[in-house]
C-alpha cells in the first residue's frame, strides 16, 4: 500500500481527519499496540467491534476502513498488508480446569478436551489454522461446541471442561474466572489489517497501513 505525503492528524489543507475506523474482535489491547507502534496517536483510531460469526460484514457494509485479521482469508474481496505484528498462541480455559493453572501447555495436551467449531460465515481455511483438526502428532481436535461471542463462549468455558485454542492477547479482555495458557507448539498467527478490495482507502488510513508495515519491520 503506498505511503501518501499526508499527516494522520491533519490533511494537506490542515483540516483534521476523521479518525480511522479500526475493526476489532475482542479487546482492543493488541490493535491499539499496532497504532503506537506506527507512530500514531490514540485519537486518530475509532475501534468498531466485530463478531467471528461475521467477520466481514462491517466492512463490506462501510462501517470502518480496515480491520484487524488473523492469517490472510483469502476472500476475493479482501485485500490484506504484509505482516504488522504477531500473536502467541493460547488455549483459553476456566478457572476450574485441569490445564489453567499450567504456565505452558502442549497443543498434544489440548487435544485431550472439546473445543468449539467453524462460527457463522467466519472462513473455514482460516478456522483450521485457529483450531487445527488435528495436532502434528495426528490426535483429532474434538471442535463440537458452538462458538458465538466471547461472553458465551466465556460462560462455557467456565463451567465446563472446553476448551478454546486462541491467541494470547484475548487475556486482556477475558474475565477472571478465564485463563489464558500460552501453547508452546504453535507458531504464533501472523497479524495484518485488511480492508475491501477495489476501493482505495482514504489517504491518512493508507498512511497508518504503511506505517504498522514498517515498524514491524524494524
Do not use: N
Request: with cysteine; charged share 20%.
Amino acid at each position: 500500500m503506498p505511503s501518501p505525503h499526508t499527516r494522520t492528524s491533519r490533511g494537506a489543507a490542515g483540516t483534521a481527519l476523521r479518525p480511522v475506523r479500526l475493526g476489532v474482535h475482542g479487546s482492543t489491547h493488541l490493535a491499539s499496540c499496532l497504532v503506537a507502534a506506527a507512530g500514531h496517536p490514540h485519537a486518530s483510531v475509532e475501534y468498531v467491534p466485530y463478531e467471528v460469526t461475521e467477520p466481514f460484514g462491517p466492512l463490506r457494509a462501510g462501517r470502518m476502513d480496515i480491520m484487524v485479521v488473523k492469517y490472510d482469508p483469502l476472500e476475493p474481496d479482501i485485500a490484506v498488508s504484509r505482516p504488522v505484528g504477531f500473536d502467541g498462541r493460547a488455549v483459553l480455559v476456566g478457572a476450574h480446569h485441569p490445564l489453567a493453572g499450567r504456565a505452558t501447555v502442549s497443543v498434544e495436551e489440548v487435544a485431550e478436551y472439546e473445543g468449539f467449531r467453524c462460527p457463522g460465515d467466519f472462513p473455514a481455511r482460516v478456522w483450521d489454522l485457529v483450531v487445527p483438526p488435528r495436532t502434528p502428532r495426528g490426535r483429532a481436535i474434538r471442535r463440537v461446541h458452538a462458538m458465538t461471542t466471547l461472553t458465551a463462549m466465556a460462560d462455557l468455558l467456565g463451567s465446563t471442561s472446553a476448551m478454546h485454542l486462541s491467541f494470547q492477547s484475548l487475556d486482556a479482555v477475558v474475565p477472571p474466572d478465564i485463563k489464558v495458557v500460552p501453547v508452546h507448539d504453535l507458531p504464533p498467527s501472523p497479524v495484518a489489517f485488511a480492508w475491501l478490495r477495489g476501493t482505495e482507502p482514504p489517504a491518512h488510513v493508507r498512511q497508518l497501513v504503511s506505517d504498522a508495515e514498517r515498524a514491524a519491520q524494524r
